[in-house]
Each structure stands twice: as C-alpha cells, then as structure tokens.
C-alpha cells in the first residue's frame, strides 16, 4: 500500500473504504499503517474501528430497503462514498433496527441492554419517534446497563483504556513508594 495514500486519508471511514477497495474481500483486514479494522457485519453493513473510534457504514441501497426515513436522517449520519456513516453513539440506530430482521447484525451486538441504554441516552428524539410508531412489545425501553459498549470492539476498546489507565497509576505509585523509600532510608542514616 503507498505511503503517500495514507497522508490524504485522515478518518477511520476513509481508511477502512480504502482498505476495502485495494484488498477487495470480505471479512476482516486490518491496516498496516493505522491499525484500522474492517468488518463487515452482513451484506452492505461494515464495521470500521481502530483504538479510537468505532462507526458503521451501511451501504445507501441497504438502508433504503432496510433503515426508516428517521435512521437515515442527516441528523444521525453521513453520507459518503456510497454509504452512510453513523459515528460513536450514533451506531446504535442502524444496528437497532437492523438487528429486528438481521441475525447477522443481531448475533453482531453483544449487549441490548447497552444499545437501549445508548439510544435513550442519546437520541431520545430517535426513541420518542420509534416508539410512536411501534407497537408495545418493540418499544425502546431505557436500560440500566452503560452506554456505548454493545459492541465487542468497544468493550475490547475500554479494557485496553483501563489496562493502560491501571498500568499508569502503578507505575506512578511504584516511583512515589521508591522516592518515599529514599526519603525515609536517609533519615535512618542520619538518626545512627
């Protein structure tokens, strides 16, 4: 892959649709320069992260068929390339309403009660307006569940955060107790 490429490209979408068209398969690749990963979920539906940030792409022809006029709303999305973006957050949608007649995108989500948490949480526009045109039993309902971690990558994303957040405070903690060490083994010498 050209270096120079890399310097135009500056988003995780950008990355991944460049990915996708070089290496022109399906599945999962992975970046050589920016780490990013490329997913696809089901036909049309891909999921673009790298260590800090997750989005989905759905394919313009998909969401027609598949998404309501709401989920395509520019308020929730991007349009590019053919798809349309749906960054951090706003992931939930598509997923949530793709996951009702998608088992691939269904078995893709690893916590509803995150989902739900995330759109009420969020988009409570988005929710309102569903709710008003669903029946009871697929109404969006809050969640006690935290937001933004429905997705394995986003669970993998936190844990890494807390790994290195944890590894931090030791590693100051272990230099303050050395320092605090010193301290109190030059009052001994000057005590003797």
């Known amino acids: 892959m050209p270096a120079s490429l890399w310097g135009n490209i500056n988003t995780c979408f950008e990355i991944g649709f460049e990915i996708c068209k070089l290496m022109e398969q399906d599945g999962k690749t992975k970046g050589t320069d920016k780490d990013t ?15 800090k940030e997750v989005l989905i792409a759905v394919k313009k022809d998909t969401a027609s068929q598949a998404l309501s006029d709401t989920a395509v709303s520019d308020l929730y999305c991007e349009e590019k390339n053919g798809y349309l973006i749906y960054n951090g ?3 939930a949608i598509p997923l949530f309403e793709l996951s009702k007649n998608n088992d691939s995108v269904r078995g893709f989500i690893v916590s509803e009660e995150s989902l739900r948490a995330t759109l009420c949480g969020n988009y409570p526009e988005y929710v309102k307006t569903h709710n008003m045109n669903a029946p009871p039993d697929e109404q969006i309902t809050d969640a006690d569940a935290p937001p933004y971690l429905f997705l394995q990558k986003q669970l993998d ?4 955060e807390t790994r290195s957040e944890v590894a931090e405070f030791q590693h100051t903690h272990a230099n303050e107790a050395a320092a605090g060490r010193g301290e109190f083994e030059d009052v001994l010498e000057l005590e003797r």
Do not use: Y
Request: aromatic share 0%; hydrophobic share 55%.
């Open 37 to 51: 990963e490329v997913e696809k979920i089901a036909d049309g539906v891909l999921l673009m992260s790298n260590n």
């Open 89 to 91: 957050a706003a992931a």
């Open 157 to 160: 994303n936190a844990a890494d």
